[in-house]
Each structure stands twice: as structure tokens, then as C-alpha cells.
């Protein structure tokens, strides 16, 4: 069974950095377009960062904009999303997921798929 198995979460101080990484078997990510998206207590899971299956475009929400960077390493069948400059808002579970077709871009839950078991990360202020 394929899987996409997330990494690289943790506690962190306001301000700093963390890279969370999404493993995957090569057949099963290789061609797809991946997403990032994140949920925190109470709320609903909302989109972050998308990246096409070339990784040549990428889409950011406004919130992960000119702070976080998604990007794929296809020798190592892994996504990553660099993120810095964190703030206590970005505290949540982090969850990796393989889009179903072309519509990956969108930030559209229902795109996608497959989804990771999720990372915890938590800002402390």
C-alpha cells in the first residue's frame, strides 16, 4: 500500500525555522502534483502550499506566503516545506497529500487523494 509518511515537526520559538519532509514511494508521487495543508484545534483543514508534479509551479496561501517554500526532491521521492519565520498561528498539524489529477493547484481538499499521518508543530510565542 502506498503511503506518504510526514516528518521534521516540533516545538519551535517565534521567529524560527522548521523543514517538514513527506516521503513517498517513487511510482506514487512522481507524477503527481503534491500538497502541503495544515490543521489546528477546533478549525478546518485549510490549504498551504501546492507544487506541480515537475515542480517548476508552485502556489502558496496567503498566510505561507514569502515565509514558507515547498519544493520536491525526486532522487529522494520527498516533498518538503520549508518554513520560517513561524508564528504561534502556525501551530497545527501539518499533513502532506498526493493531488488526484490537474487540479492540484486549486488548494482544494477534495484534490487530493492520498494523505501523510500528519507532524505536529507548535510556535511558542
Known sequence: QEQLVESGGGLVQAGGSLRLS?????RYV???GMGW?????????????A???SG???????SAKGRFTISRDFAKNTVYLQMNSLKPEDTAVYYCAR???RL??????VEYDTWGQGTQVTVSS
Not at 517548476?56 to 496567503?62: E, M
Not at 492540484?104 to 481538499?109: A, K, L, Q, Y
Open 30 to 32: 512522481s507524477l503527481a
Open 99 to 101: 493531488a488526484r489529477g
Open 56 to 62: 517548476g509551479t508552485t502556489y502558496y496561501a496567503d
Open 37 to 49: 495543508f495544515r490543521q489546528a484545534p477546533a478549525k478546518e483543514r485549510e490549504f498551504v502550499a
Open 51 to 53: 507544487i506541480s508534479w
Open 104 to 109: 492540484w493547484w486549486t488548494g482544494d481538499i
Open 22 to 26: 513527506c516521503a513517498a514511494s517513487e
